[in-house]
């Protein structure tokens, strides 16, 4: 993901939502909080990110040994 503010790639991070602002507002908008690591400023965006993937087992647990 590329910066809006300085355009570097690859420097967002998602943040936690701070404010009533953002936890009443920006969800409904479908805006996520992001803070630029190159400039260190915030950015609203709409993008989630990379959800953490949940299925890292090749084999389904109820198949695994017990
Ligand atoms: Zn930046």
């Known amino acids: 993901m590329q910066c809006p503010k300085c355009s570097e790639e690859d420097v967002m991070r998602r943040m936690e939502r701070v404010g009533w602002?953002?936890?009443?507002f920006l969800p409904i908008f479908?805006?996520?909080p992001?803070?630029?690591?190159?400039c260190r400023k915030r950015s609203m965006m709409k993008d989630r990110?990379?959800?953490r993937k949940r299925h890292t087992h090749p084999?389904?647990?109820s198949l695994l040994p017990h």
Request: some cysteine; glycine content about 16%.
């Open 21 to 24: 602002l953002e936890k009443k």
């Open 30 to 32: 479908g805006f996520y």
């Open 34 to 38: 992001w803070e630029c690591s190159g």
């Open 49 to 51: 990110g990379e959800v």
């Open 59 to 61: 084999v389904p647990p």
